[in-house]
């Protein structure tokens, strides 16, 4: 991993002419952000359960304490994504923002005086990957606009923010409903807004008709609007 600023340039291409086409599809160990579940699981028009179920693993974060979704392999050898095939990824308009941003790796920091958040941007070099040899050069501000990733990024880094206030101010494992709680509001949302709709945890007069409209038919307002509410729950313990 090579430290790069926003405004360095790099080379890549990726496309089925790449002798190492599908091959970083391979070998897979990939975290899946909320934000990617919500896109993909509206590329294969899927409820979230099914999809959780079907084509991902659930696992608790060491340092977070969190449950953490990551993608389960296609079973079979070399660990292989379950949406690859030889003509490429089958959920490629949607896919997961890791997939987007490669070659390259982000990460976050905070001022917790001032709240500035501060991007931090490093180029993979891995032996596999033939895609740096010959192909179009890029800054990285370039890459993030032709990839799409500005609403993946600001979904993800809600996340991350969600993640570093439970650390803060909660630090170790949250009680067995909490972390079931948690799961379902993060990443099993279609069941969240049922619970939602259906009366079962909030009620009309506690959320108001303008915003159980909105969660009833805008998946990204739900996401946030469970983010913001599965943080008070943790506080709350």
């Known amino acids: 991993m090579i430290a790069i ?36 699981t509206s590329h294969l028009k899927v409820h979230t359960s099914t999809f959780l179920e079907q084509y991902t693993s659930c696992h608790t974060g060491p340092a977070s304490g969190l449950p953490m979704v990551t993608l389960r392999p296609h079973p079979g050898t070399d660990q292989i994504c379950p949406f690859v095939s030889n003509e490429g990824c089958r959920v490629y308009p949607n896919r997961p923002s890791s997939c987007r941003i490669y070659p390259l790796a982000r990460a976050i920091s905070q001022n917790r005086k001032t709240g500035r958040v501060r991007e931090h941007f490093a180029l993979l070099e891995e032996s596999h990957c033939r895609g740096r040899e010959d192909g179009q050069t ?47 509001v993060c990443y099993d949302f279609d069941t ?28 990204l307002f739900l996401l946030q609007f469970g983010m913001d509410w599965i943080q008070q729950k943790i506080m709350a313990e």
């Open 192 to 219: 969240f807004r049922e619970n939602i709709l259906e009366n079962r945890w909030l009620d009309e007069q506690e959320l108001g008709p303008d915003i159980r409209a909105q969660i009833a038919k805008d998946d």
């Open 5 to 40: 600023s926003k405004k360095d340039t790099f080379i890549f291409a990726c496309h089925p002419g790449v002798p190492c086409f599908n091959e970083c599809c391979r070998n897979l160990n990939q975290f899946l952000y909320p934000y990617d579940i919500l896109r993909l």
């Open 138 to 184: 890029r800054t990285v501000d370039q890459w993030i606009v032709s990839q799409q990733l500005e609403e993946y990024n600001q979904a993800n880094d809600r996340m991350m923010a969600l993640i570093s206030h439970k650390n803060q101010h909660h630090p170790g494992p949250l009680s067995l409903a909490n972390a079931r709680m948690f799961y379902l």
